[in-house]
Nanobody, 117 residues
Framework: QVQLVESGGGLVQAGESLRLSCTAS????????MGWYRQAPGKQRELVAS???????NYLASVKGRFTASRDNAKNTMYLQMNSLKPEDTALYHC???????????WGQGTQVTVSS
């Protein structure tokens, strides 16, 4: 059974930092391109950052330079270091395969990030 578990969210003030974690089970994590997605109320889910099995990251323009994606394949875990957080980063953050589609794992519970101004 595939399971994705996100953690590390919280309530912070603008300019502060958070580090999100995502642990996967039931997939060959080391072979998968993985990503961090977020969905704010009333908005569509968007891909914030992705990272290849070889640890090459890619970022949404609005987070480039502030967010850093990394992964530890031995631990089936990936991370998202979020610095200089802005109120517009407020969203429910999930991890999943990239691209997300037919055959992708079900969404986990996500981790809420709330940034106050």
């Amino acid at each position: 059974q595939v399971q994705l578990v996100e953690s590390g969210g919280g309530l912070v003030q603008a300019g502060e930092s958070l580090r999100l974690s995502c642990t996967a089970s039931g997939i060959i994590f080391s072979r998968e391109r993985m990503g961090w997605y977020r969905q704010a109320p009333g908005k569509q889910r968007e891909l914030v950052a992705s990272i290849t099995p070889g640890r090459m990251p890619n970022y949404l323009a609005s987070v480039k330079g502030r967010f850093t994606a990394s992964r530890d394949n031995a631990k089936n875990t990936m991370y998202l270091q979020m610095n200089s957080l802005k109120p517009e980063d407020t969203a429910l953050y999930h991890c999943n395969k990239v691209p997300y589609g037919l055959g992708s794992p079900s969404w986990g519970q996500g981790t809420q990030v709330t940034v106050s101004s």
